[in-house]
């Protein structure tokens, strides 16, 4: 069984960075793509970005792109997420999760796999 865990987030000022690792246990990383997905409060679930196995193909949503970047490291089965430029309506709980096709996807219910989330805060 694949596990993920998210870390990571914390509180930054608008227009800092901060770098989000997704480290994967359990499994082969490199047999997964992977989305980033955040919930905010009395919002629903949204995904930011994928990427597949191997990392050639990555999407972002518009909100984000430009100023987040999605990258993987298959040896160290980590998934990133740098985020730079962020803004007050970033401040989410931030999710990792994996698929096990190898192409990206950025729907949420094309995901088998979650990990719990780590809290990004931007304050104005």
């Known amino acids: 069984q694949l596990q993920l865990v998210e870390s990571g987030g914390g509180l930054v000022q608008t227009g800092g960075s901060l770098r989000l690792s997704c480290v994967a246990s359990?499994?082969?990383?490199?047999?997964?793509?992977i989305g980033w997905f955040r919930q905010a409060p009395g919002k629903e679930r949204e995904g930011l970005s994928c990427?597949?196995?191997?990392?050639?193909?990555?999407k972002y949503v518009d909100s984000v792109k430009g100023r987040f970047t999605i990258s993987r490291d298959n040896a160290k089965n980590t998934i990133y997420l740098q985020m730079n430029l962020l803004k007050p309506e970033d401040t989410a709980v931030y999710f990792c999760?994996?698929?096990?096709?190898?192409?990206?996807?950025?729907?949420?219910?094309?995901?088998?796999?979650w990990g719990q989330g780590t809290q990004v805060t931007v304050s104005s």
């Open positions: 359990g499994g082969t990383l490199g047999s997964y793509a």
């Open positions: 999760a994996a698929r096990p096709w190898p192409s990206a996807a950025q729907i949420q219910d094309d995901y088998d796999y």
């Open positions: 990427i597949s196995s191997f990392g050639g193909n990555t």
